[in-house]
């Protein structure tokens, strides 16, 4: 069965520095999602993405947070200067149509330190 | 906006009992429902759906959940529970035209001998 697919499963990176998350969407889906979860909280919604262009974002996509579909396959998150704050596990999402549901890929740990 | 609640945080049952994971939404109309698990280490699996249609729903792994509307809750059941089901489990409403999912806060399932 087809699946989302998120690198690195971990990363570790120093505050202030910049971090790009990837993601692998399935091949035939058009909508594309960021959520996080904060350790011991609930999944959020970051940013949802169609058509090339964000179509909804949540006040926790700021200025720092930005997404990109850089060629047919790949979909990532880049935080830009990362905050203690930032440290959460990312979840990448798709879906194929209206109706349908989304499907999540195992998460990427974002360990700032 | 639309909010879940899930009330219980952690659910203890004996193998081979029956289970039964209550979720609570609030939104004006008819919502999108889903339950997704969620394994140590592990992404979100999507376990079933509610669209429209019939409200006794089943999932797999053995998993229905039924939507009631006066209600305004979608629980989970399983009617012999597996040490393998041990798991935390997310109940989250997508409205019609959705862009997102609002998750519950989750209910980990511990699964006793």
């Known amino acids: 069965e087809p699946e989302v697919t998120q690198t690195p499963s971990h990363q570790v990176t120093q505050m202030g520095q910049e971090v790009i998350l990837r993601c692998v969407p399935i091949?035939?889906?058009?909508?594309f999602y960021w959520y996080r979860q904060i350790l011991g909280q609930k999944v959020e919604f970051l940013v949802s993405?169609?058509?090339?262009?964000?179509?909804?974002k949540s006040e926790i996509f700021d200025d720092q947070f930005s997404v990109e579909r850089p060629d047919g396959s790949n979909f990532t998150l880049k935080i830009r200067s990362t905050k203690l704050e930032d440290s959460a596990m990312y979840f990448c999402?798709?879906?194929?149509?209206?109706?349908?549901?989304?499907?999540f890929g195992d998460g990427t740990r974002l360990s700032i330190l | 906006a639309q909010s879940v609640t899930q009330p219980d945080i952690h659910i203890t049952v004996s193998e081979g009992a029956s289970l039964e994971l209550r979720c609570n939404y609030s939104?004006?109309?008819?919502?999108?429902l889903f339950w997704y698990v969620q394994s140590p280490g592990q992404g979100l699996q999507l376990l079933l759906k509610?669209?429209?249609?019939?409200?006794l729903v089943q999932g797999i792994k053995g998993f229905e959940a039924e939507f009631k509307r006066s209600q305004s809750s979608f629980n989970l059941r399983k009617p012999s529970v597996h040490w393998s089901d041990a798991a935390e489990y997310f109940c989250?409403?997508?409205?019609?035209?959705?862009?997102?999912?609002?998750f519950g806060k989750g209910t980990m399932l511990l699964v006793s001998p």
């Open positions: 989250a409403v997508g409205v019609p035209g959705y862009s997102t999912l609002t």
């Open positions: 993405f169609y058509n090339n262009e964000i179509s909804e």
């Open positions: 999402a798709s879906r194929s149509f209206e109706n349908q549901p989304q499907h």
């Open positions: 091949s035939n889906h058009l909508y």
């Open positions: 939104y004006g109309a008819t919502p999108y």
């Open positions: 509610y669209f429209s249609g019939d409200t």
